[in-house]
């Protein structure tokens, strides 16, 4: 095997498990993160060259993987529908409901200390559609850089706001229902 | 009727929301800026949501840039491996 060969199996080795956990996080599809993680080592494998390490060789890859599944999300949802608010907002823009006056009892700092807490947002994020959950996601990972997220996803920036701000809006609803309220 | 006067004097409750997003992301411009302030010094609504989101905005950035967690055994992971560097020899 050539020097390019040895390096990729290398790789894979040390590096598949991480990339397979991450692109689940982002896609929550097993088959799915499969295909991409295997795309992320068949583009590493092409672009082997052009590497010549300048970053570590995992911060490398997972740029690759942050860009397979902003590929991904842009090829599966090539026309994103309208988000709608009108959940929350009557048709002049004010609040419909009351419920976001009720306070929530957050003082307990370490909530993510919390197994119960921990479980109620997993839940409540599996609850919003992979169409919002990946734009949010990569948005996070990529340190908020609104520009990036929306050129490697085709999302205009306008409806980027949009998917945060709707999607937000269903994350509060879910979490004031099912802890903040029970408290 | 409060709502109403927020609505016609300081932009809609569903702008100011988005705002928040803009004003989170330092994507907002100082005149939205201003408007954002004087619609929150107003619309007790849009405070309330606002100091949700803050609470949300630092749970999220923690939950999401830490470690995934671990979703696959080892022996779908060795299959994988196998399979790819079959592949990529």
């Given at each position: 095997m050539d020097k390019r060969a040895t390096h990729i199996q290398q790789w894979i080795d040390a590096y598949s498990d991480s990339l397979l956990n991450s692109a689940f996080f982002l896609l929550s599809d097993k088959q799915d993160a499969e295909d991409v993680v295997q795309n992320v080592f068949i583009s590493a494998f092409e672009s082997y060259y052009s590497f010549?390490?300048?970053?570590s060789v995992k911060t490398w890859l997972m740029a690759i993987l942050k860009n397979k599944v902003a590929e991904f999300y842009r090829k599966k949802y090539r026309h994103p529908d309208n988000v709608s608010l009108d959940r929350y907002f009557d048709q002049e823009g004010?609040?419909?409901?009351?419920?976001?006056?009720q306070d929530w009892n957050?003082?307990?700092?370490?909530?993510?200390?919390n197994n119960d807490f921990n479980k109620v947002m997993a839940d409540c994020l599996d609850k919003l559609p992979l169409k919002w959950l990946i734009p949010v996601k990569l948005y996070y990972l990529e340190e908020k850089k609104a520009d990036k997220v929306c050129q490697e996803t085709g999302i205009t920036a306008t409806n980027l706001w949009k998917i945060l701000q709707r999607g937000r809006m269903q994350l509060r609803e879910c979490l004031e229902f099912n802890w903040f309220n029970i408290l | 009727m409060v709502k109403r006067l927020i609505h016609i004097l300081f932009m809609p409750c569903r702008q100011a929301t988005l705002l928040i997003e803009k004003r989170n992301a330092n994507r907002i411009t100082s005149f939205q800026k201003i408007r954002l302030k004087a619609h929150l010094m107003i619309c007790k609504w849009c405070r309330a949501y606002n100091h949700k989101i803050n609470v949300m905005e630092d749970l999220m950035r923690k939950i999401f840039t830490q470690d995934a967690p671990d979703k696959f055994n080892n022996i779908d992971l060795q299959t994988f491996k196998d399979k790819l560097k079959e592949k990529l020899k």
């Open positions: 010549e390490d300048r970053s004010s609040w419909k409901h009351d419920d976001i006056l957050e003082k307990d700092e370490n909530l993510l200390d | -």
